[in-house]
């Protein structure tokens, strides 16, 4: 099976690479050649494609006689999507709509999202968050990722391009950056473990759904290669800890005292989410195999054997 990841060099995109490219013939596609400097370092037995995520880009050369295409590419973060609205729906839900009609060109089997399992469903859904949950965003990310949802189900209905749409908890672990502006996990560890002060927004109250990167990845793969009438999957961890409550963790596993910080909280943080795995396990099964504390764990030791 030939499998493109689009905007694959990051953090799932590297994970996802390891675990796929073991039976799989994988490229991975994004913007600049000096993203892949972590994957070429892992000696990864994929392929590489420098191309953009942009309305001149060439897609039909980035997903031709690609069966899967993994569509992990976005200009724009949670935190920062409500600064320019205008740009960003263009940047995202436009420039998706060029890699759709790419992939219905070429003949793509199945199309694979990566979306948010926190930002699309909002404030407005009761905690554990299932599928079926009616979608209120209050980030512009929130809205992009819903959007790129329903247009997957729309050239599904026009042109037959299977598709499934993964919502994603907050995965964290191996190959993802701690000085970024996504993974307070990641973040967290990397600050304690170097005798840091840990910035909180808000008071900490914040309840948020952890995913070790390697049981999300496995989950993934078995969403994408296996049989459902459902195309729509939340995987997360079935569980909510708060912010507070994960730095208790964190210096219990690291045997460490944090530096906290408290500073003002953002708009478009959603107060409290987890999600409703049912779905997934009820055709799937068991889906956490690394709780929080040894998720944290492996991700220490990660970080003391390999500098990002």
Do not use: W
């Amino acid at each position: 099976m030939r499998v493109a990841l689009i905007g694959g060099a990051g953090f799932i995109g590297t994970n996802l690479a390891i675990h796929l490219s073991k039976n799989e013939d994988v490229t991975i596609v994004d913007r600049s050649e000096k993203y892949f400097s972590t994957m070429k370092s892992l000696d990864l037995p994929v392929k590489y494609l420098v191309a953009p995520f942009e309305l001149d880009a060439n897609f039909d050369e980035q997903v031709k006689n690609q069966d899967i295409v993994y569509h992990l590419a976005s200009t724009v973060i949670p935190g920062n999507s409500n600064n320019n609205i205008a740009n960003e729906l263009e940047a995202n839900i436009i420039v998706t709509c060029k890699l759709l009609d790419a992939c219905v060109r070429q003949g793509v089997k199945k199309v694979v999202f990566i979306s948010s399992g926190g930002a699309v469903y909002g404030k407005q859904g009761e905690c554990p968050i299932d599928e079926d949950t009616l979608s209120y965003p209050i980030s512009s990310y929130g809205i992009e990722k819903i959007t790129i949802e329903k247009l997957l189900y729309l050239y599904r209905y026009i042109h037959g391009l299977d598709y499934r749409v993964v919502r994603l908890a907050n995965p964290y672990g191996p190959y993802q950056r701690p000085n970024g502006k996504l993974g307070v996990v990641t973040t967290f560890v990397y600050e304690m473990l170097n005798d840091r002060k840990l910035q909180v927004y808000g008071d900490g109250n914040v309840v948020r759904d952890f995913v070790y990167i390697e049981d999300a990845v496995k989950a993934i793969d078995k969403v994408v290669q296996g049989e459902s009438n459902y195309k729509t999957f939340n995987i997360g961890s079935g569980m909510g800890v708060s912010v507070n409550d994960l730095i208790a963790v964190i210096e219990h596993t690291l045997k460490k005292t944090a530096k906290v910080e408290y500073i003002h909280g953002r708009s478009a943080d959603v107060p409290v989410n987890y999600l409703d795995i049912n779905r997934y396990e009820s055709i799937y099964g068991r889906l956490v195999e690394t709780p929080l504390k040894e998720g944290i764990k492996k991700t220490a030791d990660f970080m003391r054997d390999f500098e990002l």
